[in-house]
């Protein structure tokens, strides 16, 4: 089989320990042809991204500023400093982009993800996301887009500024299912996060996977728009790990690394496994043919 994580972030410093490590078992793991989207979040992590993409032939570069980043300083030119890394790299992909609610109404003001970050207002991320966007869409790269409780910010501006033409990542998606036809139309594929599968139990390799998930009532919402085919079509569905962040659940754990010296939990990419068994169970699908199914839609959204 060959795998491919369609969203992480192997150039955050909580991986850099350990990226020896990390490529041995993504070499072993996803086969020769496995590849993963390696998303930059600010000019300042650019270079490192551009970097991985040069020493591992599995890295495909995205670079973006993330709605986190929205309200951080950066410098001037900084959109130009981005025309200038996709130019020169036709792999190069244009993320990690989006809108983000979430920190501005929900996130606790002492969350420690969010220690030292300016949290700028919607307008101002929209301010940010739209160029990005607008890059994407005359360069016709693939974006990978982030969106937090922002679905009603999100969508009329998709619907009324042009899109890549072959389309853009809703990365880690937990919206409502009655946008996924109208995202879809628009453009969009759906990445799958085994974080998604918090209280289930993991199947044993020998049983029938369809219908073995029981998620909790906290999962059910954000498992039931990948579970029905009728939600998110074959052809729209990637696979990611977001490492890294967003941990799946212990039991769902191939690939384990340190915490970071802070003591914050580090995702390792090779539990991209996880996200494969998992949605596989949740579409009553054998393993090997959603890699199948995710290889082709992933070489129809990033390229070969």
């Known amino acids: ?103 501005l109404d929900t996130a606790r003001t002492d969350d420690p993800r969010l220690a030292g970050v300016r949290r700028a207002p919607m307008e101002e991320q929209i301010a940010v996301f739209l160029p990005q966007l607008a890059l994407a869409a005359e360069l016709d790269r693939p974006a990978s887009v982030h969106c937090l409780h922002a679905y009603p910010d999100l969508l009329p501006l ?35 996060n085994p974080n998604f599968l918090a209280n289930t139990t993991r199947p044993p390799a020998s049983s029938n996977l369809i219908g073995y998930l029981r998620p909790g009532a906290a999962g059910t919402k954000k498992l039931a728009v990948f579970s029905a085919s009728e939600s998110i079509s074959a052809e729209r569905l990637l696979c990611e790990t977001d490492a890294p962040a967003m941990l799946p659940p212990q039991q769902w754990r191939t690939h384990k690394l340190p915490p970071a010296a802070d003591g914050t939990p580090v995702n390792h990419p090779g539990n991209i496994e996880a996200a494969y068994a998992g949605l596989s169970a949740l579409r009553g699908m054998e393993t090997s043919d959603l890699s199948a199914l995710v290889a082709d839609n992933f070489t129809r959204l990033f390229g070969r």
């Open 1 to 103: 089989m060959s795998l491919h994580d369609a969203h992480n972030h192997l150039q955050d410093d909580a991986l850099a320990p350990h990226l020896e490590r990390i490529a041995a078992a993504w070499t072993d793991l996803a086969g020769p042809t496995g590849r993963m989207v390696v998303n930059g979040t600010h000019p300042d992590d650019w270079p490192r991204v551009a970097a991985l993409a040069a020493k591992y032939p599995f890295v495909l570069p995205a670079y973006g500023l993330h709605p986190w980043d929205a309200g951080a300083p950066r410098p001037q030119d900084w959109l130009e400093q981005l025309r200038t890394l996709l130019v020169a790299d036709p792999r190069a992909s244009v993320g990690e982009i989006g809108l983000d609610r979430w920190i």
């Open 158 to 192: 998709l619907r009324t500024h042009p899109c890549p033409h072959r389309g853009f990542l809703l990365h880690a998606y937990s919206g409502p299912s009655d946008l996924i036809p109208e995202l879809a139309a628009l453009g969009a594929y759906f990445s799958f």
